[in-house]
């Protein structure tokens, strides 16, 4: 059975951190890109990190460069997402999401405010 499960998201103030990550089971994490999207409010999902599979290339949104780092651990099959200099338009559901094989976790609830 496949499943991603995301965690660590939090209420944090403008300026603030966040760490996400995102456990995969049930099918071969090693070998797929990783990706995590966002919904917020009113809007459509958008993409806002990239890793490959080998954790050696990744891209981000334009509105996120310099603030997110993506990041996986293989052995441990995780991926994560290091959130810096929150803004509140970050507020957003955080998903984990699988490149080749499509999958998609629950999401988590990042929202900033003060």
């Known amino acids: 059975q496949v499943r991603l499960v995301e965690s660590g998201g939090n209420l944090v103030q403008p300026g603030g951190s966040v760490r996400l990550s995102c456990a995969a089971s049930g099918f071969a994490f090693s070998n797929d890109g990783m990706t995590w999207y966002r919904q917020r409010p009113e809007k459509e999902r958008e993409l806002v990190a990239f890793?490959?599979?080998?954790?050696?290339?990744?891209n981000y949104a334009d509105s996120v460069l310099g603030r997110f780092t993506i990041s996986r651990n293989n052995n441990r099959d995780m991926v994560y997402l290091q959130m810096n200099s929150l803004k509140p338009e970050d507020t957003a559901v955080y998903y984990c999401?699988?490149?080749?094989?499509?999958?998609w976790g629950q999401g988590t609830q990042v929202t900033v405010s003060s």
């Open positions: 890793i490959d599979s080998t954790g050696t290339r990744t």
């Open positions: 999401h699988a490149v080749s094989g499509g999958y």
